[in-house]
């Protein structure tokens, strides 16, 4: 069974950087392509980034495309978001996420394997 644990969130300042981990549990780590979420208090979840098992393949949601970017250490069954330049609309709940069905499953939020969530909070 897989399992998803976030680490990493904080509050910070607009403009500065932070990095989130997600620490997958379970088998063949490195056959899963992995999906990061957020949800801000009112509003939907948003599609954040998402990338395949080989990472030959990165997507990004328009709002954090050219600040973020999506990594993973496979030996170490880790996906990364490093997040640049933070603003306060980046104030959320993250969420790491993935599917069996892989990329287009997850970047559309059908995802069958999320993990608790790392508060992000960004003041001005």
């Known amino acids: 069974q897989v399992q998803l644990v976030e680490s990493g969130g904080g509050l910070v300042q607009a403009g500065a950087s932070l990095r989130l981990s997600c620490l997958f549990s379970?088998?063949?780590?490195?056959?899963?392509?992995m999906g990061w979420f957020r949800q801000a208090p009112g509003k939907e979840r948003e599609f954040v980034a998402v990338i395949t098992w080989h990472s030959a393949i990165t997507e990004y949601g328009d709002s954090v495309r050219g600040r973020f970017t999506v990594s993973r250490d496979n030996a170490k069954n880790m996906v990364f978001l490093q997040m640049n330049n933070l603003k306060p609309e980046d104030t959320a709940v993250y969420y790491c996420?993935?599917?069996?069905?892989?990329?287009?499953?997850?970047?559309?939020?059908?995802?069958?394997?999320w993990g608790q969530g790392t508060q992000v909070t960004v003041s001005s």
């Open positions: 996420a993935t599917d069996p069905g892989g990329r287009n499953n997850i970047k559309r939020g059908h995802a069958g394997v």
């Open positions: 379970g088998r063949s780590f490195d056959t899963w392509d």
